[in-house]
């Protein structure tokens, strides 16, 4: 059986091929695979060792010829709508939920002869909910080969966006089907835990059991994946497990019950949490194993995770792409390689006393199964999320015992809900306690020094491929010096966290602008000192997340000061999450109208000293100098935008924020500004920004626009870069060139 265990490698890495790296020569690459495949049959004849080639090649053939066949019959048909403008009438599957810009939903649509699962985005907030139709105009895009998107939507079956471009009419609800059912049943179990645990631990208990993150908030969800216990509120193979175990000992352990009560409550289970990639995997898995229990055959994981991962590539090639998908299987992975050597060579050593004692052998196992786990999944983690949490293993064995109890306590607490609802509030008001230890042992192991370093350092990044280099001579060598290798990698990581922050200390000035989508960030450097200028982008959470692993890499844990040019969320949207996770010795903002009450939000959430800029402000600092030039207008918005200029001996840079050209001539004849190493585009580029007369004055040689890819706004104009031509200025772009690093 593990032949099928080796051909799903090679269907799986087809696929990975087809959905990563489209070509249209995947019939050409089929035929080639499959005359591989062929050779290595007969090479089998010599060596054994060849038939797992032969089975690799084999189904890389099968793989790539299905993939070509599933692309011309279903993603065909969706890449033709990308960009098209069509009106619909998209079936709601499930609750809508706010977004920045309105409210989003997944439906279903029928386009042509075949039906799409569709994310839907409207400009108003509705309170929408399966059963109800929306008819209207909407402007479609793929959610797979897009320069701004990545596969994880298309792994999930969600080839399409459609967005509202026109009126819509909300038709009347009628009778859910049988297939809204689990939607429908997801969200009263929401409304059950939110009636029977407190308000502060009801947003947990959600996300635990049904993978919904909505009310966790950004702090709790940073400190849950700093200290390395994210995944337990991603519903995946741990709870399935969980629930089987339930099932197991309810059944009195026969196993002709328990197959028949356990695999329609896992399917169902699955159902509930949306059939998300990873719950997929495990519940495919927990069938076989109920299966072969009830037949009395013996289970082999190995062989059950590849037809598992086979049966979800068959149904959609895509799969390959979702991140929950690689994280679950090579979690998976990761324990059958090298759980049990772990736990052999812990229980075995004598450095760790040899432990026999159950407390001993249940921290050996859990340690063993945490580390196997990291080894497999840090690669994915890091490119990911971009952090490598240090501090995981311990977080597990603080927390994971009291999340175990916790995910029982709810289930029961769920089913006692609809018999005596006090009662059910009462165990809530108890597990609420345990969420609120397993939250506060999060925020401590996250506080924790080096609990976790971040791949915005090329150092980091240089460490981890060094120490997989040395895994891989590790388990190749006859010896095997666990001790060495331990050495060996916690001295290169400290070696990389050291240049991580040194290096940035070492130039004269530096100005560093992160790639934050379609808003502006920047970190300017000199003499020890650390000023960022703006923090918001498309999503305020990512642009807070990049700043701050940005910031993080580098030591820096405390800024100097935050420096908001204005009020407008693509500028100041990210400062709030930002300050969960680094501090600012001073905050510089506008005195101007702030009608989102950002300034005040921003109060309640730092010690930092405040300055409201009504007239300009220098501060000096061994050689080098920032002036923030106070806005010109009272009124909120971007002519409200402040200016900052930072300079050192030999450097001197302009951000001008969203000023216009009107406001650009007011700033030339009220100061005197130098020429410029380098200038940030106004207004991301905007054609009524960065004006001939700026351009004449300050004759930048750089000029660095902070954008978005494929923005709806046409950032930066065709104008502006013309002028920017013309002038001889270098241009640099995030979205062309992501985070920019200028150093003198």
């Given at each position: 059986?593990?032949?099928?265990?080796?051909?799903?490698?090679?269907?799986?890495?087809?696929?990975?091929?087809?959905?990563?790296?489209?070509?249209?020569?995947?019939?050409?690459?089929?035929?080639?695979?499959?005359?591989?495949?062929?050779?290595?049959l007969?090479?089998?004849?010599?060596?054994?060792?060849?038939?797992?080639?032969?089975?690799?090649?084999?189904?890389?053939?099968?793989?790539?010829?299905?993939?070509?066949?599933?692309?011309?019959t279903?993603?065909?048909?969706a890449?033709a709508?990308?960009?098209?403008?069509?009106?619909?009438?998209?079936?709601?599957?499930?609750?809508?939920?706010?977004?920045?810009?309105?409210?989003?939903?997944?439906?279903?649509?029928?386009?042509g002869?075949?039906?799409?699962k569709?994310?839907?985005?409207?400009?108003?907030?509705?309170?929408?909910?399966?059963?109800?139709?929306?008819?209207?105009?909407?402007?479609?895009?793929i959610?797979?080969?897009?320069?701004d998107?990545?596969?994880?939507?298309?792994?999930?079956?969600?080839?399409?966006?459609?967005?509202?471009?026109?009126?819509?009419?909300?038709?009347?609800?009628?009778?859910p089907?049988?297939?809204?059912?689990?939607?429908?049943?997801?969200?009263?179990?929401?409304?059950?835990?939110?009636n029977?645990?407190?308000?502060?631990?009801?947003?947990?208990?959600?996300?635990l059991?049904?993978?919904?993150?909505?009310?966790?908030?950004?702090?709790?969800?940073?400190?849950?994946?700093?200290?390395g216990?994210?995944?337990?509120?991603?519903?995946?193979?741990?709870h399935?497990?969980?629930?089987?175990?339930?099932?197991?000992?309810?059944?009195?352990?026969?196993?002709?019950?328990?197959?028949?009560?356990?695999i329609?409550?896992?399917?169902?289970?699955?159902a509930?949490?949306?059939?998300?990639?990873s719950?997929t995997?495990?519940?495919?898995?927990?069938?076989?194993?109920?299966?072969?229990?009830?037949?009395?055959?013996?289970?082999?994981?190995?062989?059950?995770?590849?037809?598992?991962?086979?049966?979800?590539?068959?149904?959609n090639?895509?799969?390959?792409g979702?991140?929950?998908?690689?994280?679950?299987?090579?979690?998976?992975?990761?324990?059958?390689?090298?759980?049990?050597?772990?736990?052999?060579?812990?229980t075995?050593?004598?450095?760790?006393?040899?432990?026999?004692?159950?407390?001993?052998?249940w921290?050996?196992?859990?340690?063993?199964?945490?580390l196997?786990?990291?080894?497999?999944?840090?690669?994915?983690?890091?490119?990911?999320?971009?952090?490598?949490?240090?501090?995981?293993?311990?977080?597990?064995?603080?927390?994971l015992?009291?999340?175990?109890?916790?995910?029982y306590?709810?289930?029961?607490?769920?089913?006692?809900?609809?018999?005596?609802?006090?009662?059910a509030?009462?165990?809530?008001?108890?597990?609420?306690?345990?969420?609120?230890?397993?939250?506060?042992?999060?925020?401590?192991?996250?506080?924790?020094?080096?609990?976790?370093?971040?791949?915005?350092?090329?150092?980091?990044?240089?460490?981890?491929?060094?120490?997989?280099?040395?895994?891989?001579?590790?388990?190749?060598?006859?010896?095997?010096?666990?001790?060495?290798?331990?050495?060996?990698?916690v001295?290169?990581?400290?070696a990389?966290?050291?240049?991580?922050w040194?290096?940035?200390?070492?130039?004269?000035?530096?100005?560093?602008?992160?790639?934050?989508?379609?808003?502006?960030?920047?970190?300017?450097?000199?003499?020890?000192?650390?000023?960022?200028?703006?923090?918001?982008?498309?999503?305020?959470?990512?642009?807070?997340?990049?700043?701050?692993?940005?910031?993080?890499?580098?030591?820096?844990?405390?800024?100097d000061?935050?420096?908001?040019?204005?009020?407008?969320?693509?500028?100041?949207g990210?400062?709030?999450?930002?300050?969960?996770?680094?501090?600012?010795?001073?905050?510089?903002?506008?005195?101007?109208?702030?009608?989102?009450?950002?300034?005040?939000?921003?109060?309640?959430?730092?010690?930092?000293?405040?300055?409201?800029?009504?007239?300009?402000?220098?501060?000096?600092?061994?050689?080098?100098?920032?002036?923030?030039?106070?806005?010109?207008?009272?009124?909120?918005?971007?002519?409200?935008?402040?200016?900052?200029?930072?300079?050192?001996e030999?450097?001197?840079?302009?951000?001008?924020?969203?000023?216009?050209?009107k406001t650009?001539?007011?700033?030339?004849?009220?100061?005197?500004?130098?020429?410029?190493?380098?200038?940030?585009?106004?207004?991301?580029?905007?054609?009524?920004?960065?004006?001939?007369?700026?351009?004449?004055?300050?004759?930048p040689e750089?000029?660095?626009?902070?954008?978005?890819?494929?923005?709806?706004y046409?950032?930066?104009?065709?104008q502006?870069?013309?002028?920017?031509?013309?002038?001889?200025?270098?241009i640099?772009r995030?979205?062309e060139?992501?985070?920019?690093?200028f150093?003198?």
């Amino acid at each position: 059986m593990r032949k099928l265990m080796w051909l799903t490698v090679g269907f799986a890495g087809a696929c990975a091929f087809g959905a990563y790296c489209y070509n249209p020569w995947l019939l050409q690459i089929a035929v080639v695979c499959l005359f591989l495949a062929a050779a290595c049959l007969v090479l089998t004849r010599w060596k054994i060792g060849f038939r797992i080639f032969t089975a690799i090649f084999l189904g890389a053939a099968l793989g790539l010829s299905y993939f070509n066949v599933y692309d011309l019959t279903v993603l065909r048909d969706a890449r033709a709508m990308d960009g098209e403008t069509q009106t619909i009438t998209v079936a709601v599957a499930d609750f809508s939920y706010p977004t920045n810009y309105g409210c989003a939903f997944d439906g279903n649509v029928v386009l042509g002869e075949r039906a799409y699962k569709v994310r839907t985005y409207l400009n108003t907030v509705e309170d929408l909910a399966p059963g109800q139709q929306v008819k209207g105009d909407f402007r479609f895009r793929i959610s797979f080969w897009n320069e701004d998107d990545s596969l994880n939507n298309a792994g999930k079956g969600i080839f399409l966006y459609a967005y509202q471009s026109g009126d819509c009419t909300y038709l009347k609800q009628y009778q859910p089907g049988l297939m809204d059912l689990p939607a429908v049943w997801r969200n009263e179990l929401k409304t059950m835990i939110g009636n029977a645990f407190p308000a502060d631990t009801e947003g947990f208990a959600r996300a635990l059991l049904l993978g919904d993150t909505s009310g966790v908030d950004y702090e709790m969800d940073t400190a849950l994946k700093v200290s390395g216990i994210r995944h337990v509120i991603a519903v995946s193979g741990l709870h399935v497990s969980v629930v089987f175990g339930i099932l197991y000992l309810l059944a009195g352990k026969k196993r002709v019950l328990t197959a028949l009560i356990g695999i329609p409550a896992v399917i169902l289970f699955a159902a509930l949490a949306g059939f998300t990639p990873s719950v997929t995997r495990a519940c495919i898995m927990q069938i076989l194993m109920m299966v072969a229990l009830l037949l009395e055959k013996d289970y082999d994981p190995p062989t059950a995770l590849a037809f598992a991962a086979l049966v979800m590539l068959i149904a959609n090639p895509m799969t390959i792409g979702s991140v929950s998908f690689q994280l679950s299987v090579s979690c998976m992975i990761g324990i059958f390689l090298f759980a049990s050597r772990i736990y052999t060579w812990m229980t075995q050593t004598p450095y760790l006393g040899r432990g026999k004692g159950k407390l001993s052998t249940w921290i050996c196992g859990s340690i063993s199964v945490s580390l196997s786990t990291m080894v497999t999944t840090t690669p994915l983690t890091a490119y990911y999320f971009g952090t490598v949490s240090l501090i995981g293993i311990v977080t597990n064995l603080l927390a994971l015992w009291a999340i175990t109890v916790v995910f029982y306590g709810i289930m029961l607490v769920c089913a006692l809900g609809y018999i005596w609802l006090p009662l059910a509030r009462f165990i809530g008001g108890i597990l609420g306690w345990l969420i609120r230890y397993v939250e506060a042992t999060a925020v401590v192991m996250a506080s924790v020094p080096m609990g976790a370093v971040y791949t915005k350092s090329t150092y980091i990044v240089i460490w981890l491929i060094f120490a997989y280099v040395l895994l891989a001579i590790y388990l190749l060598s006859r010896k095997k010096p666990a001790m060495l290798f331990s050495g060996l990698v916690v001295c290169a990581l400290l070696a990389a966290v050291a240049l991580s922050w040194v290096e940035p200390l070492l130039g004269e000035c530096r100005i560093t602008m992160l790639d934050v989508g379609q808003g502006q960030a920047i970190l300017l450097q000199s003499e020890g000192k650390s000023f960022l200028v703006d923090c918001g982008g498309d999503y305020d959470e990512g642009a807070a997340d990049v700043t701050a692993e940005t910031l993080l890499s580098q030591g820096i844990y405390k800024l100097d000061g935050i420096i908001l040019t204005h009020y407008d969320g693509d500028h100041a949207g990210g400062v709030p999450h930002l300050l969960t996770r680094v501090a600012a010795e001073n905050l510089f903002l506008p005195y101007a109208e702030d009608p989102d009450g950002v300034a005040s939000n921003l109060q309640s959430k730092s010690d930092a000293a405040v300055h409201f800029v009504h007239e300009d402000v220098k501060l000096c600092y061994g050689n080098a100098q920032i002036t923030i030039f106070a806005p010109v207008s009272y009124n909120s918005g971007n002519e409200s935008s402040m200016c900052i200029l930072f300079q050192t001996e030999n450097c001197d840079i302009l951000v001008i924020g969203d000023r216009s050209e009107k406001t650009e001539r007011m700033l030339l004849d009220r100061r005197d500004l130098p020429e410029l190493d380098v200038l940030v585009a106004g207004h991301h580029g905007s054609k009524t920004s960065t004006s001939i007369e700026l351009l004449e004055a300050t004759k930048p040689e750089y000029v660095f626009i902070s954008v978005g890819k494929d923005n709806p706004y046409g950032h930066p104009a065709k104008q502006t870069i013309e002028r920017l031509l013309e002038f001889g200025c270098k241009i640099l772009r995030t979205d062309e060139h992501g985070t920019v690093i200028f150093r003198r």
